[in-house]
């Protein structure tokens, strides 16, 4: 059995393996380690640094035009991921891992002019796999229940907002997200049970406005493309970048707007 891998570097070209004469073996990619201090007798202070992994591969084509073809295609897409210093993505099913192919090194390219055996080493900043949920809200689909939560707070912040929609966060740790806001709207609220987003601007039709919290950016694309930092108009008495905990919560907005949540889901070995 083969392992089923799509590389997909920084231009969206696709290298893919278990078909079309190029193969994945056996390999460490689902391997992950945790570096450690001891103090103590103790180990404490667990992290992840830079990590390399090996891919075993294997060409078998159909001719030698086709061997030469794939072992070309091969080199240019993963080098200009090194040229522009701009991560590919290697995906094993929906997990990707942020990465650069750093080295080639092959074996009985002689024996024949149809197959050759190499061995691909990658580098990734810490070895983590992430795999994106996007969920859409749509003010037009929302459902106004006029009842708080179906949990017990000691406060609901959000009473009275309109728009009220269920989430599930299957993890087993909070996530990273990026929340995507359609324009147009005015000092667009969200709130994740009590706790709200909020930026005091306003997008306009054609605009998007973006919270990223692994960058911790809050940006605002217009419609022709143009990127300009707002992060200076977040909410500055509740933290905008706090991820999301595990678990069912409910999403609140009062606005007729339209907006995207990305989960970012994050292992150190992609689910099996």
């Known amino acids: 059995m083969l392992e089923q891998l799509k590389y997909v ?100 390219y002689l024996d024949t002019n149809t197959t050759m055996n190499l061995s691909l080493k990658i580098v990734a900043d810490k070895g983590s796999w992430r795999k994106l949920e996007t969920i859409k809200f749509l003010h037009d689909n929302a459902t106004d229940t006029g009842k708080g939560y179906d949990y017990d707070y000691e406060y609901d912040y959000s009473r009275g907002l309109d728009n009220r929609h269920r989430i599930d966060v299957d993890d087993i740790k909070s996530c990273d997200f990026r929340l995507r806001i359609i324009g147009p709207v005015i000092d667009p609220c969200i709130y994740i049970d009590n706790h709200r987003y909020s930026v005091n601007c306003t997008v306009a039709s054609g605009e998007l406005l973006v919270i990223d919290t692994v960058s911790d950016t809050i940006t605002l694309v217009s419609a022709n493309g143009n990127e300009h930092n707002m992060y200076r108009y977040r909410d500055r008495v509740y933290d905008v970048f706090q991820k999301i905990e595990p678990g069912y919560h409910t999403v609140s907005w009062n606005s007729k707007m339209d907006f995207e949540l990305t989960l970012i889901h994050e292992r150190g070995e992609p689910k099996w």
């Not at 994945?24 to 202070?45: G, T």
């Not at 990590?51 to 001719?63: G, H, L």
């Not at 200009?80 to 993505?89: F, R, S």
């Open 9 to 108: 570097n920084h231009l969206g070209e696709v290298i893919e393996f278990g078909k079309k004469m190029l193969f994945a073996n056996s390999n460490d990619l689902r391997d992950y380690e945790w570096a450690y201090d001891s103090s103590r007798s103790r180990a404490e202070n667990f992290r992840k640094g830079v990590v390399q992994k090996t891919i075993p591969v294997v060409i078998s084509a159909e001719s030698k035009k086709k061997c030469i073809d794939l072992k070309n295609r091969l080199y240019e897409v993963c080098e200009k991921d090194i040229i522009a210093e701009q991560k590919g993505k290697l995906y094993i099913g929906d997990y990707y891992l942020e990465c650069y192919v750093f080295n080639s090194a092959k074996s009985n």
